[in-house]
Structures are given as C-alpha cells and as structure tokens.
T-cell receptor
C-alpha cells in the first residue's frame, strides 16, 4: 500500500534554479528515504533521514523532516540538466519501504 | 560498490507462459525485494526475503511466487503470465540493520506479456 504522497507530481524549472519537492505520510516512521530514478542510472538512493533528525545535507541536496506534520521536503539547489529525473520518497516500516508515486523534475537549459 | 544484477533488461512473453526473473546481489545483503513499477503508481512490493529459504508476501503477491535458495539470489516467478503483469520489475537488496537502511536496486526488467 502506498502511504507516501509526493507533491508536486511534476516540476519544470530553469537550470540554476532551486527545486523543492514535498512528501507527506500517514503513519509513524523509523526513517524516510529519498531516491532518484532516471533512464541512465536506474533507481538510486539519495538520502536517509531518521525520525529523530530534522535536517540532513548531501552536496546540493537538503532534506528536512517534520514528524509532527508527517512531512518531508527535498531541496535541490543550483539545479543542473543532470538532475532531470523522477524523485521518490519512501517511508521505512519493518525493513520494508513504502513508496510514493514520485515527482517528475525537468530542468530546462 | 554494491551491485545488483537482473537477468534480463527486456522480456516478451506470451499469456500463460511461466516466467522466471532472476536477481543476484554481490554484497552479502540479508534482505532482498521484488517490486513492480507502473506509471503513476510508484513501486509496489511483491515479495521480500530476510534470509535464505525465507519469504514474505508484500502488497501484491497474487500471481507471483519467489525462491531464495542462496543468499545472493532471489528469483521471481510468474506461474502463468497474464497481460496485466506487463510492467517494470525491480529487484533490490539491503542490509538487515536496525531501523532499516538504504536499498540498492538492479537496472530493472521490462516485461511485456502479449
């Protein structure tokens, strides 16, 4: 069952701009993970944030988690053409991941 | 570097055929997973396995079975393929660590059932 919802479903921005994607969920989590999928590299893990963490960074990526609102956001700064992909959040529960439908991000040159 | 390989990138089968999808990981991961991915639906878990000879149903196990005879190999079986099983199939593996961890994915098998 899918219990994560990404918003927006699609996002198109100019290269160099920042992109923000949001994820909401309904039940408690151990951790929340973000993945990227493109045709070249398949589905790849980006960041894992645990329930006791509020913010995490990795290069140009910043993930926040608000457990009181049951939501997370992924910020990509200074976007590049190579960031064009679908981005998924996945809530971890009992070693399984429960996935949202994803946000399709297009970076225009 | 973790590597998860799947036996085929593209597969075309006829309705009623028995289909085997193989997945192999080389990082000694305890957990292995089979998902299907359809447009607009994200990933849906079919089956997963915590250990050799162990399997658990995911959200959509109907029409599928699995086999895990060796730790590195997890097979998905479509006993009698149907057109509604046309999809992208993704295999993943992960360590069995407390609180869960990241999953490593294979490149996927795009299966078409005609």
């Amino acid at each position: 069952s899918q219990q994560g919802e990404e918003d927006p479903q699609a996002l198109s921005i100019q290269e160099g701009e920042n992109a923000t994607m949001n994820c909401s969920y309904k039940t408690s989590i151990n951790n929340l993970q973000w993945y990227r999928q493109n045709s070249g590299r398949g589905l790849v893990h980006l960041i894992l944030i645990r329930s006791n963490e509020r913010e995490k960074h990795s290069g140009r990526l910043r993930v926040t988690l608000d457990t009181s609102k049951k939501s997370s956001s992924l910020l990509i700064t200074a976007s590049r053409a190579a960031d064009t992909a679908s981005y998924f959040c996945a809530r971890e529960s009992n070693y399984q991941l429960i996935w949202g439908a994803g946000t399709k991000l297009i970076i225009k040159p | 570097d973790v590597k998860v390989t799947q036996s085929s990138r593209y597969l075309v089968k006829r309705t009623g055929e028995k289909v085997f999808l193989e997945c192999v990981q080389d990082m000694d991961h305890e957990n292995m997973f089979w998902y299907r991915q359809d447009p607009g639906l994200g990933l849906r878990l079919i089956y997963f396995s915590y250990d050799v000879k162990m399997k658990e149903k995911g959200d959509i196990p109907e029409g599928y079975s699995v086999s895990r005879e060796k730790k590195e190999r997890f097979s998905l079986i479509l006993e009698s393929a149907s057109t509604n099983q046309t999809s992208m199939y993704l295999c993943a593996s992960s360590l069995r660590e407390e609180g869960g961890g990241e999953q490593y994915f294979g490149p996927g098998t795009r299966l078409t059932v005609t």
